[in-house]
């Protein structure tokens, strides 16, 4: 499709457990964002990833939390050993080259709950 | 430092008013993009509009409508004749060119949420 695709839509996992979410960006866009959304609150910034440029991890609130994007397309966020506070909507957005004057493109959000 | 702040964090209306959304912004840059964005409670955020730092021309878009003045630094949205559908919550934010940091330049109000009742 032409839009951004996020994978899976919701997941629920135990707490403790490892998740992965995916995030599969507009081709041709060099330009990855990862937020996160808890209930009722705004977007919180995670990662950005812009070509080869090393990534912008400062919004990664701990370091349980990882993510990578291979081929300059593709991006993994991972969540290590989960915590409750953890359950949120992971929003990816993807953005054409540096373009700082082009918006963004959301994906339709992974729904994680932690049990 | 850049910043974004819409100071509004809940809105209720009933149908048919017109309501306005504020956004207010700090930059230390010449150069820079507005944007804003909805968000239904579908969650999918939709672009809306986006205004650059050199043209203040206010813009209607059906019963949209954007006032983007630089002497105040804000970029109000104000939606005419509101309608259940309008009920989502809006996101103000700006990009700048010059000033490289973290998030690629772009930074987000922390949104306001609209209920239009009927």
């Known amino acids: 499709g032409a839009g951004v695709s996020q994978s899976p839509s919701n997941k629920v996992t135990e707490k403790g457990k490892d998740v992965e979410l995916r995030c599969d960006p507009i081709s041709g866009h060099t330009a990855l964002y990862w937020y996160r959304q808890s209930l009722g609150q705004g977007l919180e910034f995670l990662i950005y990833?812009?070509?080869?440029?090393?990534?912008?991890k400062s919004g990664l609130p701990s370091d349980r939390f990882s993510a990578e994007r291979t081929g300059g397309s593709v991006s993994t966020l991972t969540i290590q050993r989960t915590q409750q506070e953890d359950s949120a909507v992971y929003l990816c957005?993807?953005?054409?080259?540096?373009?700082?004057?082009?918006?963004?493109?959301f994906g339709n959000g992974t729904r994680l709950t932690v049990t | 430092a850049q910043k974004v702040t819409q100071a509004q964090t809940e809105i209720s209306v009933v149908e048919k008013e017109d309501v306005t959304l504020d956004c207010v912004y700090e930059?230390?840059?010449?150069?820079?993009?507005l944007f804003w964005y909805k968000q239904p409670p579908s969650g999918e955020l939709v672009f809306l509009i986006r205004?650059?730092?050199?043209?203040?021309q206010n813009e209607i878009s059906g019963r949209y409508s954007w006032n983007f003045q630089k002497s105040t630094s804000s970029f109000n949205f104000t939606i005419t004749a509101s309608q259940v559908v309008d009920s989502a919550v809006y996101f103000c934010?700006?990009?700048?060119?010059?000033?490289?940091?973290?998030?690629?330049?772009?930074?987000f109000g922390k949104g306001t949420k609209l209920s239009v009742k009927p």
């Open positions: 205004r650059n730092s050199f043209d203040e």
């Open positions: 934010a700006l990009s700048e060119l010059n000033y490289g940091g973290s998030q690629g330049n772009l930074i």
């Open positions: 990833f812009q070509g080869n440029s090393a990534p912008d």
């Open positions: 957005a993807s953005r054409r080259d540096r373009g700082w004057n082009s918006p963004l493109h």
């Open positions: 930059t230390r840059d010449t150069t820079y993009y």
